[in-house]
């Protein structure tokens, strides 16, 4: 029961970390736009990425341990539940969203790291517009977790 519980904490404290950072990447990507030449907004941009990594990380860890450890409930609870399936589709859709700024950004600090300059400015907006969703959609999930929890949708 004491794992169970500290799976669970460690889950929803990656969703909480994971969503902090996203929107605080998010927030160092406007800055960027604003003022592309700043060392410091890039270093915070880069430190938020890097939590978010590691939220996602954790969130995904947590989560299979959650589903396939028989710590709460069956694996079968979660794979015959609708909001499950929806749930897993919304942090997959997050992750495939994802693809493009990481690709960005690891480039953006090979360059920096050779001294060259990193932000291709053309690509901010693409940058801001993916963040702004993935944030919305790390929104959306907790609710459906919730009903999910609840075995609404079973078949």
Known sequence: MLLA?????????????????????????????????????L???FRADSAWGIAALLWL??????????????????????????KMGLFVTVLALEIVPMVTFIRWRIARASGGAPVAEAKLGVLIRLNDLEVTLIVLIPFVASLMARGVWLF
């Open 61 to 86: 860890g947590t989560g299979l341990v959650r589903v396939f450890g028989g710590l709460e409930r069956s694996s079968a609870f979660y794979l015959r539940n609708g909001f499950f399936l929806l």
């Open 5 to 41: 519980a500290f799976v669970a904490a460690l889950h929803y404290l990656a969703l909480a970390v994971g969503f902090g950072s996203v929107f605080a990447r998010g927030l160092r990507l406007r800055d960027l736009r604003r003022a592309s030449s700043n060392d410091e907004v």
């Open 43 to 45: 270093a915070r941009l």
